[in-house]
């Protein structure tokens, strides 16, 4: 099945830095989904990426989706201590096919 | 609208002991998943059952069973608990975004499980 490597597994930043986290394969992705994990929480979809170089942006959150579509990124602008969790990327087929996660880039902010 | 329910939220057995981790979900999704979740690793799948009346194998199998009960319900046994089964265990549900999408999932609270 599909697979993906997300790095890094840590980041710490201080309030007001920026903060970005990869999602690579070595397979070419149908899609890819980004979710988000409060601490002592459950995984919160965020937002999900099909097209090649797709771009969306929320806030001053920014997905990307390679264009090769074997890598997306999710960038945070002005990280805030409400970004604190972890962040997970996750790929599957259409339909009913299951779902694979990444590591997962556990995130806390310095205030 | 709760979305998808886990019971318990908390449970501590000893080696050998078995429990079944329920999940309900009212969302009327077709698809139901267990993951497993410890440090480091993510989110490892257990099993999935991609609709009513069918289930299949994810990553870590091994050490489960699983029961689609009807539509709203996914249920995760335990027969012989181990202390490596000691972990946050998540149940979601899902349902087709459009043709191109994957399934976006929908994660209940978790239950913590502990092994000793």
Same mark, same amino acid.
């Given at each position: 099945? =599909? *697979?993906?490597?997300?790095?890094? *597994?840590?980041?710490?930043? *201080?309030?007001?830095?920026?903060?970005?986290?990869?999602?690579?394969?070595?397979?070419?992705?149908?899609?890819? =989904?980004?979710?988000?994990?409060?601490?002592?929480?459950?995984?919160?979809?965020?937002?999900?990426? &099909?097209?090649?170089?797709?771009?969306?942006?929320?806030?001053?959150?920014?997905? =990307?989706? $390679?264009?090769?579509?074997?890598?997306?990124?999710?960038?945070?602008?002005?990280?805030?201590?409400?970004?604190?969790?972890?962040?997970?990327?996750?790929?599957?087929? $259409?339909?009913?096919?299951? &779902?694979?996660?990444?590591?997962?880039?556990?995130? *806390? &902010?310095?205030? | 609208?709760?979305?998808? %329910?886990? %019971?318990?939220?908390?449970?501590?057995?000893?080696?050998?002991?078995?429990?079944? +981790?329920?999940?309900?979900?009212?969302?009327?999704?077709?698809?139901?998943?267990?993951?497993?979740?410890?440090?480091?690793?993510? +989110?490892? +799948?257990?099993?999935?059952?991609?609709?009513?009346? %069918?289930?299949?194998?994810?990553?870590?199998?091994?050490?489960?069973?699983?029961?689609?009960?009807?539509?709203?319900?996914?249920?995760?046994?335990?027969?012989?608990?181990?202390?490596?089964?000691?972990?946050?265990?998540?149940?979601?549900?899902?349902?087709?975004?459009?043709?191109?999408?994957?399934?976006?999932?929908?994660?209940?609270?978790?239950?913590?499980?502990?092994?000793?």
């Amino acid at each position: 099945g =599909q *697979q993906v490597m997300q790095i890094p *597994q840590y980041q710490h930043v *201080q309030e007001g830095e920026d903060f970005t986290t990869y999602c690579n394969s070595s397979t070419t992705l149908s899609n890819i =989904q980004w979710y988000k994990q409060r601490p002592g929480g459950h995984p919160v979809f965020l937002i999900q990426l &099909v097209k090649s170089g797709e771009v969306k942006k929320q806030k001053r959150l920014t997905f =990307q989706f $390679g264009e090769a579509k074997k890598n997306s990124s999710l960038h945070i602008t002005a990280t805030q201590t409400t970004d604190v969790g972890t962040y997970f990327c996750a790929v599957g087929g $259409g339909g009913y096919q299951k &779902v694979t996660f990444g590591t997962g880039t556990k995130l *806390q &902010v310095i205030p | 609208n709760a979305g998808v %329910t886990q %019971t318990p939220k908390f449970q501590v057995l000893k080696t050998g002991q078995s429990m079944t +981790l329920q999940c309900a979900q009212d969302m009327n999704h077709n698809s139901m998943y267990w993951y497993r979740q410890d440090p480091g690793m993510g +989110l490892r +799948l257990i099993y999935y059952s991609a609709s009513e009346g %069918t289930t299949d194998k994810g990553e870590v199998p091994n050490g489960y069973n699983v029961s689609r009960l009807n539509k709203r319900e996914f249920s995760l046994r335990l027969e012989s608990a181990a202390p490596s089964q000691t972990s946050v265990y998540f149940c979601a549900s899902s349902d087709r975004t459009g043709a191109s999408g994957a399934n976006v999932l929908t994660f209940g609270a978790g239950s913590r499980l502990t092994v000793l």
